[in-house]
């Protein structure tokens, strides 16, 4: 099988299509034949050396995929061959196949082709065990999702304005603020002109909001805590900014805050395989019916994953960067 590989460790030139001897599925896996593969920014880190893969992941970037099963292990009993799914996986979505534990996958919503199938898994799973979960997301609560025109960040305004959430949202271009509108966000903060820490507290009239996601860390976390109300909840899901940070655990105590985090990536099997089933009861409905579906950037062919990177790193995009494998 064809995959993308990589040289050592480095920029978006070391990624190459090379030939690897095609995987095949341990007893409770399913074999992928991959049309789509969704680009994600752990992807990037992953290819600087600074996100390794957990033990026993494949080596190849990708973490999550959609296609068409072509092979079961032999106590898989929900999924059978030919069967269109996407899957969230820990690594090998860059290539031609890929085995996914078999609770991983989930069907393709009604409508939608592979690229947005593909676009699903890793922000969705991300968005439900982060903002809904840990974060405890309610109706009617205030949210703050910054990285508003991200993957990440799209996904989380359409799932949270769905449940009736009243959503603000960082960006920083202003191309981006009409699609975050349009997607459910009562207002979209240029972060690079405004301080979000005054826009929020004029907009829910010093009230703060009751659930942030946030990706950045380093010098936003005093600021998240200025911006949180009583009883909020502060959900770290990356540290773009760093990850040392200070608190004057007074201002903690005071609003009787929760401080929270988590990554995806390393947990179990069972874990993920318990947040599929919390996604394909919850979520998969509002796919099905057409309410949500995530926003597509640009695709790139398979031999281009070098320039879905470059993409990538520009933060130039709204939405996802999808990787066209067939």
């Known amino acids: 099988m064809k995959v993308i590989g990589m040289k050592g460790f480095g920029g978006p030139e070391i990624l190459q299509v090379e030939e690897r001897v095609r995987v095949t599925p341990s007893d409770m896996e399913v074999l992928i034949e991959v049309h789509a593969a969704g680009i994600n920014r752990p992807d990037c880190a992953q290819r600087q050396g600074s996100y390794p893969p957990p033990p026993g992941a494949s080596d190849i970037l990708?973490?999550?995929?959609?296609?068409?099963?072509?092979?079961?292990?032999?106590?898989?009993?929900?999924?059978?061959?030919?069967?269109?799914?996407?899957?969230?996986?820990?690594?090998?979505?860059?290539?031609?196949?890929?085995?996914?534990?078999?609770?991983?996958?989930?069907?393709?919503?009604?409508?939608?082709?592979?690229?947005?199938?593909?676009a699903l898994p890793e922000?969705?799973?991300?968005?439900?065990?982060?903002?809904?979960?840990?974060?405890?997301?309610?109706?009617?609560?205030?949210?703050?999702?910054?990285?508003?025109?991200?993957?990440?960040?799209?996904?989380?305004?359409?799932?949270?304005?769905?449940?009736?959430?009243?959503?603000?949202?960082?960006?920083?271009?202003?191309?981006?603020?009409?699609?975050?509108?349009?997607?459910?966000a009562k207002r979209v903060i240029l972060y690079k002109e405004e301080d979000f820490v005054s826009v929020i507290k004029t907009e829910t009239q010093d009230k703060g909001v009751d659930v942030i996601l946030d990706m950045v860390g380093g010098d936003y976390f005093a600021r998240n805590i200025e911006a949180l109300g009583m009883l909020g909840r502060l959900v770290q899901i990356a540290t773009l900014h760093g990850a040392q940070v200070q608190l004057d655990l007074r201002k903690m105590m005071s609003k009787r805050l929760t401080l929270t985090g988590s990554t995806l990536r390393a947990r179990s099997v069972e874990e993920k395989t318990r947040l599929a089933e919390a996604l394909e009861k919850n979520i998969w409905p509002l796919l099905n019916q057409g309410q949500l579906k995530p926003v597509i950037f640009k695709t790139f062919p398979f031999e281009k994953a070098r320039e879905a990177h470059e993409l990538m790193e520009s933060s130039a995009h709204t939405g996802k960067i999808v990787l066209v494998v067939r």
Not at 89 to 94: A, P, R
Not at 144 to 151: A, I, K, N
Request: a neutral charge; glycine letters at 16%.
């Open 62 to 118: 990708g973490l999550e995929v959609a296609g068409q099963v072509v092979a079961c292990g032999a106590k898989v009993s929900r999924w059978k061959v030919g069967d269109l799914v996407c899957a969230l996986i820990s690594g090998g979505g860059y290539a031609e196949y890929v085995v996914a534990p078999a609770g991983q996958c989930l069907p393709v919503p009604k409508g939608f082709d592979m690229i947005h199938a593909a």
């Open 123 to 184: 922000t969705f799973f991300t968005v439900w065990a982060n903002l809904f979960e840990s974060g405890r997301l309610q109706k009617e609560d205030r949210v703050l999702v910054h990285g508003g025109s991200g993957g990440i960040g799209t996904t989380a305004i359409q799932m949270a304005h769905a449940f009736g959430a009243e959503v603000y949202t960082t960006v920083g271009k202003k191309d981006a603020v009409k699609p975050c509108l349009e997607l459910g």
